[in-house]
């Protein structure tokens, strides 16, 4: 194991996109870091990879929909530098019955915060998206500026800009000690750094490397069925057809949110997942056990036959996804309570990706 002797302004473990934004920022503003992870790079043992991910301005906080500002603009900025697209504006679809309250918040904070979006009755909706089933009383608010992101571009591109920028990309090094303290300490499989400060972004093995710094977030891990449905006429949900993002909102038989992207990451299917699943320990995400519940897909099922009848309403494939999840399903960035040169971030699952990622090298 090599002992290194240079000084890094700042050690980041974890490089999911929170890490890699992290790393970016920092080697942008000329700091010497140096990002760990665990895995081989590119691997799917997190909660980054796969080809898409949703990108929204339909928040019910105010909070949340004035940093997509800034997060649509770093979005472009990042595609500028790398010379490759990482997102597409399709626009995205909010479901729910009328009277929904998270509905009629979203549409609030959209009309208070001035983004573009349009109402849609039932009638209005069949014209738009005849592909579409509601059940009586539901209808649609368009977010016009929701849109895919492509996440394993988008980590290549980062991991790249980082490498171009002078920082370091070290994968295959799981973390083993963390000494805090100035400098910190960061004891790995193949490696011993140094740095002035550390920042923590390792989603679900966030409370394993704080447990031993006296800390523990009350974080849920929770094991994600990706499900992709085959169109029965290829193409009938993709981005020609102008279909866009959606996110069901409390519509039956769904206690959680249900959300789709177009057709196009696998030809002839199209991803619809549910916001939720099973309490998992990360190293055993595929272990048979974590298999054995599938009342999400069941609920999925269900829910394509009712609104999505173009689809077959059995998944043609699932892939294992995490999710990192706080009580109140906001994220946490902070500092150490005792040691102020470590800055843990977590919890990120379902928020927006990119500002809170500034803030982190801010902190």
């Known amino acids: 194991m090599a002992a290194q002797k240079d000084l890094y302004d700042a050690i980041v473990i974890g490089a999911g996109i929170q890490g890699c934004f992290t790393a970016y920022h920092l080697a942008k503003h000329r700091k010497r870091v140096i990002l760990l992870e665990q895995f081989f790079l590119p691997h799917s043992r997190g909660s980054s990879h796969g080809q898409s991910r949703i990108i929204r301005r339909a928040y019910p906080e105010d909070f949340y929909t004035q940093m997509m500002d800034e997060c649509y603009q770093i979005w472009a900025q990042l595609e500028h530098e790398a010379g490759t697209q990482l997102h597409r504006q399709t626009g995205l679809l909010l479901l729910g019955m009328k009277e929904n309250s998270e509905l009629k918040t979203i549409q609030a904070t959209l009309s208070r915060q001035g983004v573009e979006h349009q109402c849609l009755s039932a009638e209005e909706l069949k014209q738009r998206f005849p592909n579409v089933l509601l059940a009586r009383g539901e209808v649609g608010v368009l977010d016009k500026s929701g849109g895919v992101l492509y996440a394993d571009k988008a980590l290549r591109a980062l991991q790249d800009a980082i490498r171009h920028l002078g920082g370091l990309v070290c994968d295959g090094e799981k973390v083993m000690e963390i000494k805090p303290g100035f ?34 977030l009350p974080l849920q891990t929770l094991r994600i069925n990706v499900c992709y449905w085959r169109e029965k006429v290829p193409g009938s949900y993709g981005v020609s057809q102008a279909f866009p993002c959606f996110l069901g909102l409390g519509l039956s038989p769904a206690p959680h949110h249900i959300y789709g992207l177009p057709s196009g990451e696998y030809p002839g299917l199209m991803k619809v997942c549910y916001h939720h699943g099973n309490n998992v320990d990360p190293e055993e995400r595929d272990c048979p056990e974590a298999f054995s519940d599938i009342q999400d897909v069941q609920i999925l099922g269900r829910f394509v ?3 999505l009848p173009d689809l077959e309403p059995t998944p043609a494939l699932l892939e294992p996804c995490l999710y990192t999840n706080t009580p109140d399903e906001h994220f946490i960035l902070d500092r150490h309570p005792k040691y102020d040169n470590v800055v843990i971030g977590a919890g990120f699952s ?6 809170q990622s500034q ?5």
């Open 183 to 216: 400098p910190v300490t960061v004891k790995s499989t193949a490696g011993i750094y140094q740095g002035k400060s550390l920042v923590i972004t390792a989603g679900p093995w966030t409370n394993q490397l704080l447990r031993p710094l006296g800390i523990e």
């Open 305 to 307: 036959r009712d609104h």
């Open 350 to 355: 379902g928020q927006p990706d990119i500002p």
């Open 359 to 363: 803030s982190s090298e801010d902190l």
